[in-house]
């Protein structure tokens, strides 16, 4: 680690690179897999195999693609032969176990069907249920189900027409609390959160964020502004910052001396043609970047942004209730100050068993955003039972139930973790990210790999998520574990 002098622990992660003779043997596979799907779009075009994927009617034969070419042959020629990896339907509480409807297709993945079987206790390694509060019975579940009954299931309206309700408000400042900053607002969708701040000439960041299963927002970083992004943030920081109308820069994943450049040369040269200074300069990370399993050197980039006098927005997705002594994500993990972040981002629906996001920081940028933000604006607001499994989980981590039940999964999270590492890299497997991430990358690196590894291990009784290109380089695929503090020590040596 450069700049040690910076961290109060220890940082260690490993990305070991692709085998020479693995990386060849990838290339060839995706190319026989190229040509073979270029044979059988000829014996499609001829009628010889019959065409299942969309084209474009007869009488549309002069038009312009509706379809992208190349996206097509993907999904219909390499994607279409380990589809059924996906998607798979579950009919249970997402535990440390669950139960998946089968199905089988008779027509190479292209369309299935239910068999009417449900296969029972499946190890659950793909939920973000890291302290193990999705669950349908226990405190949690008692509260809501009373709060649902008291506020019924949802309010119909926006917060700021008749949607505000007193558990909104208990929720936000247990939120601010919770992080150690001045005031938090909490999102219906956590693919949607979003920020923004007021510059002495008006607004000038309305910008993103994000969690799975959700809907982005709508950004709004007007032009004069600097986006300095890790180049593996997620799909919707990304997508917010292009529809932000702010100039983008990547800098290299973690690398400290790729972000230092940039910023220097964004503060020596200023505004492209006009060279005019940057009017706010964003540096964008995550906590835990859930496909790589790697935690933000956080401490450097905290001194990057006090040396060059820009913003940070820091987005904790996978890494709030995952990291730290009491669950408080990756400020806390590296003994850092709130308030040496500008944006703070979360969401509830991985570590707290609930759906939605927040933001947090100062109270002018918080009270900044229940006026101005799309989503405060128009978004239906949290359900109240959702708020309230919300509120209950939090207060279990934080130890206000009168119990230590949540420090405890916090404990557990983090053991199972360093154990499941240990003993994959003791057999032999090549593992991805820092050593206390809960999310644990373990590269399979050729296609064919990637669905017969998904298959095998459901066979076993083993639900896993398996990634390939173009979610990942085209060398780089792999199976991706998510632990959780409800999953025991027999059933990660099972794994």
């Not at 990304?238 to 964004?266: W, Y």
């Not at 408080?328 to 850092?336: A, I, K, N, T």
Request: charged share 20%.
């Amino acid at each position: 680690v450069h700049n040690g002098g910076l961290y109060k622990r220890p940082f260690n992660e490993a990305f070991e690179e692709t085998p020479m003779l693995v990386a060849v043997l990838t290339y060839v596979g995706y190319g026989v897999l190229t040509l073979f799907g270029y044979l059988r779009d000829f014996m499609r075009q001829w009628k010889i195999e019959k065409c299942q994927n969309a084209t474009e009617r007869e009488e549309q034969k002069d038009f312009v693609p509706l379809y992208q070419d190349f996206e097509n042959f993907y999904n219909r020629n390499l994607y279409m032969r380990i589809r059924d990896s996906w998607n798979r339907p579950i009919c249970s509480v997402p535990g440390a176990k669950v139960d998946m409807m089968e199905r089988v297709s008779h027509d190479y993945n292209w369309t299935f069907t239910y068999t009417g079987r449900v296969i029972k206790d499946i190890i659950n390694m793909g939920s973000y249920n890291y302290l193990g509060f999705a669950q349908k019975s226990g405190t949690c579940q008692k509260a809501a189900a009373k709060v649902l009954s008291h506020y019924g299931a949802g309010v119909c309206s926006t917060r700021q027409e008749m949607g505000n309700l007193d558990k909104h408000e208990e929720l936000e400042k247990l939120v601010a609390r919770f992080l150690g900053v001045e005031s938090a607002m909490a999102y219906g969708m956590g693919f949607a959160s979003c920020f923004g701040w007021q510059e002495l000439k008006g607004v000038i960041c309305l910008a993103v964020k994000h969690n799975l299963f959700n809907i982005f927002l709508f950004p709004l970083l007007i032009q004069g502004c600097l986006i300095l992004s890790d180049e593996l943030n997620h799909a919707s920081l990304v997508l917010g910052a292009r529809l932000s109308g702010a100039t983008i820069r990547i800098f290299k994943h973690n690398n400290m001396q790729s972000l230092e450049k940039l910023l220097k040369d964004a503060i020596v040269h200023g505004q492209p043609r006009t060279r005019r200074p940057w009017k706010k300069i964003l540096i964008l990370v995550e906590g835990i970047y859930s496909m790589e399993g790697s935690i933000v050197r956080l401490p450097e980039v905290i001194a990057l942004k006090k040396k060059y006098k820009s913003y940070l927005y820091l987005d904790e997705a996978h890494s709030i209730g995952a990291l730290g002594p009491s669950g408080r994500g990756v400020v806390e993990y590296f003994g850092l100050n709130p308030e040496d972040v500008d944006v703070m981002m979360g969401t509830f629906t991985k570590s707290f068993g609930a759906a939605g996001g927040y933001i947090g920081g100062k109270k002018e940028l918080i009270d900044y955003l229940r006026t101005y933000s799309h989503s405060a604006v128009y978004a239906t607001s949290l359900s109240p039972p959702v708020v309230e499994q919300i509120i209950t989980s939090m207060k279990c981590i934080m130890g206000e139930d009168g119990t230590t039940v949540g420090k405890a999964r916090v404990q557990q999270l983090a053991e199972n973790t360093r154990y499941f590492r240990r003993r994959l890299k003791e057999m032999g497997f090549i593992i991805y990210g820092n050593e206390d991430s809960p999310v644990v990358p373990l590269m399979l690196y050729m296609p064919a790999k990637i669905g017969a590894f998904g298959r095998e291990m459901l066979k076993r009784n083993i639900g896993v998520v398996v990634v390939g290109f173009p979610a990942t380089p085209i060398i780089e695929s792999r199976a991706r574990f998510c632990l959780s503090a409800a999953h025991t020590k027999e059933m990660l040596d099972t794994v």
